[in-house]
């Protein structure tokens, strides 16, 4: 009795561990991963596709007109808009795949073994998924909208993982200046 108490007590304490573990890594509004985990995980993939010669994308997706759901709507509604598009990401990414919030209104995806091909179909699944979500607290023509940068690895300006973040962020700027697909690439900004 004494060592299946003692078991059960370590169990009880290691599931503790976990959970607390979750807990500092997710992002609390959007109940994706916070930046600290996309750090680490961005770090251990890129060193997964150098070791294996593999292939992965990075994604950065931002919520076209956050700022007016605020103002028009209260944060109150755009915190539930991010939320249920935090759901949404989750339930639609495969398994390996990885989201994180990236900013205020900016997430990112990591998708292992992914080429440019599969980013852009990933982009698109996710916003045929938004157009046929309801918003419960957004009228139909005000239904969430996203731009999208996309690096792919490997790509001759990424020599750390860190690059990865200004190829990524430059090619979202490039997707916000485009008038129709809205979805900016690395190699079509300045390595």
Known sequence: RAAARLLENEERRAGLA?????????????????????????????????????????????????????????????DRVMAELGGLLLRE???????????????????????????????????????LHDFPDLPQPDRPTLSAGVVTFPHPAANESHDLFALVEAALLRGKAQTDGRIGTADSVAA
């Open 18 to 78: 976990r959970r607390q573990a979750s807990a500092l890594a997710t992002d609390m509004l959007t109940g994706v991963s916070n930046l600290d985990a996309l750090d680490r995980r961005l770090q251990e993939e890129f060193q997964r596709a150098r070791r294996y010669s593999l292939t992965f994308s990075l994604i950065l997706l931002d919520v076209d007109r956050l700022r007016s759901y605020n103002e028009r709507f209260g944060t109150v509604v755009g």
């Open 93 to 131: 990414v495969r398994a390996p795949d990885f989201v994180s919030r990236y900013g205020g209104d900016e997430f990112a995806l990591v998708l292992p073994e992914t080429d440019l091909t599969g980013a852009r179909a990933s982009i698109g699944r996710v916003r045929g998924r938004i157009q």
